[in-house]
């Protein structure tokens, strides 16, 4: 079952600006991460956050979460063209062997 | 290189015609998973392998076959294909985390487009 949902579906920014994308999921979950996907490419793993912690970041990108709300977000600071892709959430809703990915926020950079 | 190969990346066939999608990992993983992609479904999980032998059914199994003889590989079966298995498909690895697979990054392979007429 699709877990986690990304908000907005599609956001197009100038090259410089910054990027912020949400998830939100439906049970309680042990790990979050975000993968990127350039168009029709296989999916890469930016970033995994934890439960028990609140934020993290890697580069050039910050990710936040917050359990009570069950919801994440995802900043891309000073956006490159690089970074036009589409981006994923995928949870694992307990200590399982599935993880979950919602349906994606495309994120078109403008030179 | 660590990676995940799939093959073919591309395939198209006609309704009925047995297929098989091979997928190789070079990591030594544990862990392998089978996911299709659908334009505003997001990936969803048809089968995953926990180790040799050991596989089980994801959330979309249905008109789907894996195998798990050896850890390197973990092929994907469509016995009897039909249009609606026309789809975008990843396989994926990774090593088991003492906490379940998301504690632990995936890695994806190239994809394999296939088109069933």
């Known amino acids: 079952s699709q877990q986690g949902e990304e908000d907005p579906q599609a956001l197009s920014i100038q090259e410089g600006e910054n990027a912020t994308m949400n998830c939100s999921y439906k049970?309680?979950?042990?790990?979050l991460q975000w993968y990127r996907q350039n168009s029709g490419r296989g999916l890469v793993h930016l970033i995994l956050?934890?439960?028990?912690?609140r934020e993290k970041h890697s580069g050039r990108l910050r990710v936040t979460l917050d359990t009570s709300k069950k919801s994440s977000s995802l900043l891309i600071t000073a956006s490159r063209a690089a970074d036009t892709a589409s981006y994923f959430c995928?949870?694992?809703?307990?200590?399982?062997?599935?993880?979950?990915f919602g349906a994606g926020t495309t994120v078109t950079v403008r030179a | 290189e660590a990676q995940v190969t799939q093959n073919p990346r591309y395939l198209i066939t006609v309704t009925g015609k047995k297929l098989t999608v091979t997928c190789s990992q070079n990591?030594?993983?544990?862990?392998m998973s089978w996911y299709r992609q659908d334009p505003g479904l997001g990936l969803r999980q048809i089968y995953y392998?926990?180790?040799?032998?050991?596989?089980d059914k994801g959330d979309v199994p249905e008109g789907y076959k894996v195998s798990r003889k050896e850890k390197r590989n973990f092929p994907l079966i469509l016995e009897s294909p039909s249009p609606n298995q026309t789809s975008l498909y990843f396989c994926?690895?990774?090593?088991?985390?003492?906490?379940?697979?998301?504690?632990?990054?995936?890695?994806f392979g190239e994809g394999s487009r296939l088109t069933v007429l």
């Open positions: 956050i934890r439960s028990n912690e």
């Open positions: 994926a690895s990774s090593w088991l985390g003492v906490a379940g697979v998301g504690s632990r990054e995936l890695f």
């Open positions: 392998s926990m180790n040799v032998e050991v596989t």
């Open positions: 995928a949870t694992d809703a307990s200590n399982d062997y599935k993880l979950s």
């Open positions: 990591m030594n993983h544990e862990y």
């Open positions: 049970t309680s979950i042990n790990n």
